[in-house]
């Protein structure tokens, strides 16, 4: 009987601690976590396109990851890129088949590797056969002006972000010719 | 326990208790001003949050607000929830610079996202020659409103709205509610800034039972522990 | 049970884990006849976890710079961040049980003489924890950067350098306060340099030092043996039965007091807040604008009503400090072996007038400087420099009348 009851006490010291203590942490853990909220807030960019000269890309910002706007010649070839084999993108596509017959679009400039801002090398590199090319320096991905994959580690092409084309604005995060986050 | 030893724990327990009761509740030897809400407007300030139309979901804060930009942002700016002085609002710059070094507000849970928290030394920075101008006409800069209500509590801000010249005497504030609807105005300024400084009811509740029950949950805690103790030192032959 | 059986095994054959726990918690004996005032060194340990554990998520969004710290206190801390004000409150609530658990430590320990043979060491060291405690919260109160933590940063700052008034010395005295005054600020004028210094003392300086201070004073503790409230060192062979163990004993006792500390410590935390965040603090720093009342904090409030009595500065400065070297030498000013007030009528009177007398000083802190003030502050500083002075007396008429009992008990 003094046993048990003994027990049964400690058993509830045991699971009244333990519960106090995930009680604690969940406010810990809340607090420490939260920024991302803030962070993501950015959601809207407009971009003036008016000065972009073809083969030029501008850096921006949007919900605080790397965005490039990029404006190709009106008669540039997409077709003869040798792209890496099933680097698909969400859609299951190659990007070109999304942007393809718009000349100026926004991709998000962040490696799908592990994270790097690619450079633009508009004039070409070995690897990309001589034609413009993103080019990752961390670990060597290779990516065509649409953000397919040329080679390298990457998995998939660059990410594209929801856009839409308004006379000379390009308004990254709103609905237009690219409707979500490809 | 003896006599003698509850003499002495009445005599250190309670000089200890008020001594800590006069540092931390209330001190009889302090002076504090005290200022009162005039009795018909006391309402509005009491429930910022209530809604005065059902339709749009305005409420008294929103109303408060609005006559905050209207008649007091020209000189005071309230950057916690992105209000700055007319001057730098109406500056078409201002907008690019709100959307590049700020952050759109966000308060006890709640997101504004047309409004942005600029961090000082670029508001400052950024209007700084408006800010100069105010000095030299008003002798220092109108302060900025964020935590004013915190500062000096409803009564202060309410007497001081209505009356600046009688709480602060050589105050360059000027008084800017007049007329009939003057006490109804400066109580919904004074709802908008307690709305700024202040949880909403549900975050109010919420804090109120999470109070509630730690406290409890501290209380049988003890109690258990209490108990087990007396279990267990049975068991080992000491009582 | 099986498997974690086998851990503790495994870890025991590396760790020699269970004699650590049988001879730090069961085979540490402890007096059976402990009193209530015993566990505040408990209370103290608890709050100083509290107030690292709540430190560190104030520290991930405190931001240490003259534009943006009362911003990221105010706004981010309070507002933004889910739970943040919580923190906060516990950080606030913290600092001022922590400074309130530690006089009332203090008192204990003067009360049952625990300074003496052979606990010196303990006091010492307590003494240094007490310093570094003053001076964290001193720290800490500049952070917020509201209209209180600039000007009682300041006026702290220019009390040492009252030695610059000195009767005697001049140049001397005012070189060593110039040197103290530009060491405490980072420079002629509060900068960026000095809040950014501040704020690493607060946050890891004093903190290590603290740490290592505590774990000092407790080894020092097991090292001499908690005093006894009768005064009387027991021989732990001889009466094994005015001793238990550790554990369970003291564990369980002083668990449920903690509890209840801390059911304590969390109303303050969730509803009555506004004494330990003052409303005069959420207006920011103004180097421009001192507010009407300013006063340092309520555990300062003694010394500084000492400080302001006295109508010399530089005296005021010599009384300050010297209460401060008082408390340090209290194993020489009390020299008697006699222990504990129990056992000491005399030393009881003269514990009373000192208790009341630094709690008088204190509430006379907080009003309004006036000349009655000034004079009341003047009475209750003798009472309380009068303690100490006459402790050496006290101790020779109460080591007359035990020899003349026969001096037995001892």
Redesign the interface.
Known sequence: M??S??DF??L??GL??AA?GV?ALYPLVRAMLEPS??AA???VVEVDISNLQPMQVRVTSWKGKTTFVIRLPEDFKADDYKLKEGALNSKGTTNYEILKGHPVFALVGICTHLGCIPLWKPQGEEASGGKPTFHCPCHGGYYTPYGDVIAGPPPRPLFIPPQKLEGNKLIIGEKGFVQELI | MTPWGVIKTI??GG??LV??F????Y?P???VEHYEVDEEVKEIIENPWKKVDEKSGKTIADEGRELFIQRCAGCHSL??DGIYVAPVQADPRWKKVE?AAG??V????V?Y?DRF?V???VYEAFAHEVLESFKSSFG?VP??L???Y????EGYLYRFILNPNEILPGTSMPPVFAGPSAKEETAKVVAYLKSVNT?PPQEQTK??I???A??L?????????????E??????G?H | MGLIQRIIDWIDERAHVRELYKSLMIDYKVPKNLTF?YVFGVFALVTFVIQIVSGMVLLLYYKPSI??A??SA??TIM??I?FG?LFRHIHATGA?FFM?IIY?HMFTGIYYNAYKKPRELVWIVGWLIYLVLILTALSGYLLPWGQLSYWGFIVTTEIPGSLADAPIFKDFFKAIAETIVLWMKGGYVVTDITLGRVFGSHVLIYPLLLLALVGVHLYLVRAAGISNPDGIEYDKKKHPDKF?PFH??MT??E??????Y??IF???????IS?FLP??N???ANP?KTPAHIAPE?YLLAFYEVFRSIPSKFWGFVAFSALLLFLLILPVLDWSPLKSARRRPLFFVAF?AF??GS?AL??LG???PTPLNAKLGMIFGAVVFGFFLSLPIISFIEYGWYKAKGGKEQ
């Open positions: 003094e046993a009851r003994r006490i400690s509830g010291i009244l601690g106090g009680a909220k803030i807030l950015g959601a | 005599i250190f000089s200890t001594f800590f006069i540092l931390w509740f001190n030897f302090k002076h950057r916690y959307q952050r759109p966000y308060r006890f849970g997101l996202k928290f961090p000082r030394d220092q302060p900025d964020s935590t004013i915190l500062a000096r509590g949880p804090r109120a999470m109070g509630v730690v406290i949950y501290f209380v049988i805690f003890g109690a258990l522990f209490w108990r087990y103790r279990v267990v030192l049975r068991r080992l000491y | 005032p534009a943006d009362f911003d105010t706004y507002g933004e889910p004000w001022n309130a009332l238990v369970p004993y369980l006792k668990g449920a007091y903690t509890m209840w801390l059911a969390f109303f303050f935390v969730f509803f009555h004494h409303p005069d959420f207006e920011p421009l309520w009373l208790m009341y709690m204190t509430i907080s009003m309004e």
